[in-house]
Protein backbone atom coordinates (compact mmCIF):
# COMPACT_ATOMS: atom_id res chain seq x y z
CA UNK A 1 0.00 0.00 0.00
CA UNK A 2 3.02 2.17 0.87
CA UNK A 3 4.24 1.77 -2.61
CA UNK A 4 1.63 2.56 -4.48
CA UNK A 5 1.25 5.58 -2.66
CA UNK A 6 4.70 6.48 -3.59
CA UNK A 7 4.32 5.38 -6.92
CA UNK A 8 0.97 8.03 -6.96
CA UNK A 9 3.37 10.33 -5.56
CA UNK A 10 5.80 10.60 -8.10
CA UNK A 11 3.20 10.34 -11.27
CA UNK A 12 1.59 12.87 -9.77
CA UNK A 13 4.50 15.24 -9.41
CA UNK A 14 5.60 14.28 -12.83
CA UNK A 15 2.28 15.63 -14.22
CA UNK A 16 2.44 18.65 -12.77
CA UNK A 17 5.73 18.83 -14.00
CA UNK A 18 5.17 18.16 -17.42
CA UNK A 19 1.68 19.96 -17.74
CA UNK A 20 3.89 23.07 -16.19
CA UNK A 21 6.50 23.47 -18.12
CA UNK A 22 4.51 22.47 -21.32
CA UNK A 23 1.89 25.32 -20.47
CA UNK A 24 2.07 27.50 -18.32
CA UNK A 25 5.63 27.93 -18.02
CA UNK A 26 5.79 28.82 -21.79
CA UNK A 27 3.22 31.37 -20.99
CA UNK A 28 5.41 33.44 -18.42
CA UNK A 29 8.54 33.28 -20.89
CA UNK A 30 6.66 34.53 -23.82
CA UNK A 31 5.35 37.03 -21.37
CA UNK A 32 8.48 38.52 -20.81
CA UNK A 33 11.06 37.72 -23.24
CA UNK A 34 9.84 40.10 -26.11
CA UNK A 35 11.79 43.06 -24.70
CA UNK A 36 15.30 41.46 -25.03
CA UNK A 37 14.82 41.54 -29.22
CA UNK A 38 12.87 44.36 -29.21
CA UNK A 39 16.07 46.79 -31.30
CA UNK A 40 16.51 43.39 -33.28
CA UNK A 41 12.86 42.90 -34.33
CA UNK A 42 12.41 46.22 -34.78
CA UNK A 43 15.30 46.33 -37.34
CA UNK A 44 14.45 43.56 -39.15
CA UNK A 45 11.23 45.07 -39.72
CA UNK A 46 12.71 48.04 -41.21
CA UNK A 47 15.03 45.81 -43.35
CA UNK A 48 12.52 43.48 -44.86
CA UNK A 49 10.51 46.94 -45.60
CA UNK A 50 13.22 48.40 -47.56
CA UNK A 51 14.09 44.95 -49.41
CA UNK A 52 10.35 45.28 -50.88
CA UNK A 53 9.76 49.11 -51.18
CA UNK A 54 13.03 50.08 -52.03
CA UNK A 55 12.56 52.62 -49.21
CA UNK A 56 12.80 52.38 -44.93
CA UNK A 57 9.83 52.14 -43.09
CA UNK A 58 8.82 56.05 -42.14
CA UNK A 59 10.04 56.37 -38.85
CA UNK A 60 7.06 56.75 -36.57
CA UNK A 61 5.18 53.46 -37.65
CA UNK A 62 8.58 51.63 -36.82
CA UNK A 63 7.16 51.68 -33.34
CA UNK A 64 3.67 50.98 -34.02
CA UNK A 65 4.31 47.77 -36.11
CA UNK A 66 6.85 46.59 -32.81
CA UNK A 67 3.59 47.82 -30.83
CA UNK A 68 1.12 45.40 -33.10
CA UNK A 69 3.80 42.43 -32.98
CA UNK A 70 3.70 42.86 -28.69
CA UNK A 71 0.24 43.42 -28.23
CA UNK A 72 -0.68 40.21 -30.71
CA UNK A 73 -0.28 37.70 -27.84
CA UNK A 74 -2.55 39.14 -25.66
CA UNK A 75 -5.16 39.52 -28.16
CA UNK A 76 -4.23 35.48 -28.99
CA UNK A 77 -5.00 34.63 -25.43
CA UNK A 78 -8.25 36.41 -25.59
CA UNK A 79 -9.01 34.14 -28.41
CA UNK A 80 -7.23 31.04 -26.96
CA UNK A 81 -9.53 31.32 -23.76
CA UNK A 82 -13.02 31.29 -25.57
CA UNK A 83 -11.38 28.16 -27.67
CA UNK A 84 -10.17 26.42 -23.97
CA UNK A 85 -13.70 25.35 -22.48
CA UNK A 86 -15.01 23.71 -26.18
CA UNK A 87 -11.62 21.88 -26.52
CA UNK A 88 -11.53 20.96 -23.07
CA UNK A 89 -15.28 19.54 -23.39
CA UNK A 90 -15.01 18.20 -26.71
CA UNK A 91 -11.37 16.40 -26.63
CA UNK A 92 -10.86 16.28 -23.01
CA UNK A 93 -8.72 18.32 -20.74
CA UNK A 94 -5.29 15.59 -21.75
CA UNK A 95 -5.77 15.50 -24.95
CA UNK A 96 -6.21 19.52 -24.83
CA UNK A 97 -2.92 20.16 -23.85
CA UNK A 98 -1.32 18.22 -25.99
CA UNK A 99 -3.16 19.69 -28.98
CA UNK A 100 -2.49 22.85 -27.54
CA UNK A 101 1.49 22.16 -28.51
CA UNK A 102 0.54 22.68 -32.47
CA UNK A 103 -0.25 26.16 -31.92
CA UNK A 104 3.86 26.56 -29.87
CA UNK A 105 5.41 24.18 -32.40
CA UNK A 106 3.63 26.24 -35.93
CA UNK A 107 4.60 29.53 -33.76
CA UNK A 108 8.02 28.44 -33.66
CA UNK A 109 8.35 27.35 -37.08
CA UNK A 110 7.23 30.56 -38.18
CA UNK A 111 9.65 32.27 -36.03
CA UNK A 112 12.48 30.63 -36.91
CA UNK A 113 11.75 30.95 -40.81
CA UNK A 114 10.81 34.76 -40.84
CA UNK A 115 14.31 35.77 -41.27
CA UNK A 116 14.82 33.08 -44.25
CA UNK A 117 11.27 34.23 -45.62
CA UNK A 118 11.95 38.06 -45.12
CA UNK A 119 8.63 38.47 -43.61
CA UNK A 120 8.06 40.24 -40.51
CA UNK A 121 4.00 38.90 -40.46
CA UNK A 122 4.97 35.56 -39.57
CA UNK A 123 6.00 37.35 -36.57
CA UNK A 124 3.21 39.03 -35.54
CA UNK A 125 0.89 35.62 -36.85
CA UNK A 126 4.07 33.52 -34.44
CA UNK A 127 3.24 35.75 -31.34
CA UNK A 128 -0.81 35.64 -32.24
CA UNK A 129 -0.43 31.72 -32.19
CA UNK A 130 1.82 31.75 -29.01
CA UNK A 131 -0.93 33.34 -27.36
CA UNK A 132 -3.87 31.48 -28.41
CA UNK A 133 -1.38 28.70 -26.70
CA UNK A 134 -1.11 30.31 -23.77
CA UNK A 135 -4.94 31.54 -23.39
CA UNK A 136 -5.91 27.66 -23.60
CA UNK A 137 -2.99 26.70 -21.30
CA UNK A 138 -3.78 28.67 -18.39
CA UNK A 139 -7.89 28.03 -18.50
CA UNK A 140 -7.38 23.95 -19.41
CA UNK A 141 -3.98 23.18 -17.37
CA UNK A 142 -5.52 23.69 -13.86
CA UNK A 143 -8.78 22.00 -14.71
CA UNK A 144 -6.63 18.99 -15.63
CA UNK A 145 -4.43 19.30 -12.48
CA UNK A 146 -7.47 20.02 -10.33
CA UNK A 147 -8.92 16.92 -11.64
CA UNK A 148 -5.28 14.69 -11.52
CA UNK A 149 -4.66 15.35 -7.90
CA UNK A 150 -6.85 13.81 -4.96
CA UNK A 151 -8.72 15.45 -3.05
CA UNK A 152 -6.34 16.41 -0.60
CA UNK A 153 -3.94 17.89 -2.31
CA UNK A 154 -6.13 19.67 -5.28
CA UNK A 155 -5.37 23.30 -3.96
CA UNK A 156 -1.44 22.92 -3.37
CA UNK A 157 -1.11 21.05 -7.27
CA UNK A 158 -3.88 24.17 -8.31
CA UNK A 159 -1.37 26.80 -7.48
CA UNK A 160 1.34 24.58 -9.35
CA UNK A 161 0.27 27.01 -12.50
CA UNK A 162 0.69 30.20 -11.20
CA UNK A 163 4.05 28.77 -10.03
CA UNK A 164 5.04 28.23 -13.54
CA UNK A 165 4.12 31.36 -14.68
CA UNK A 166 6.20 32.97 -12.40
CA UNK A 167 9.08 31.17 -13.28
CA UNK A 168 8.38 31.60 -17.14
CA UNK A 169 9.01 34.82 -16.70
CA UNK A 170 12.00 34.58 -14.54
CA UNK A 171 13.49 32.53 -16.93
CA UNK A 172 12.37 34.72 -19.68
CA UNK A 173 14.23 38.12 -17.85
CA UNK A 174 17.20 36.12 -16.94
CA UNK A 175 17.41 34.77 -20.72
CA UNK A 176 16.84 38.49 -21.91
CA UNK A 177 20.13 39.95 -19.95
CA UNK A 178 22.92 40.84 -22.07
Do not use: D
Given at each position: ????RLFQGRVLLLTICAAGIGGTFQFGYNLSIINAPT???QEFT???????????LPDHLVPL???????????????GALLAGPL?????????LLVNNIFVVAAATLFGFSRRAGSFEMI?????LVGVSAGVSMNVQPMYLGESAPKELRG??????????ALGIVMGQVVGLR
Open positions: MRALSHINETWRMRTGRPVWSLIVSLHPVGGLLAITLGRKKSMLGRLAVAMTSAIFT
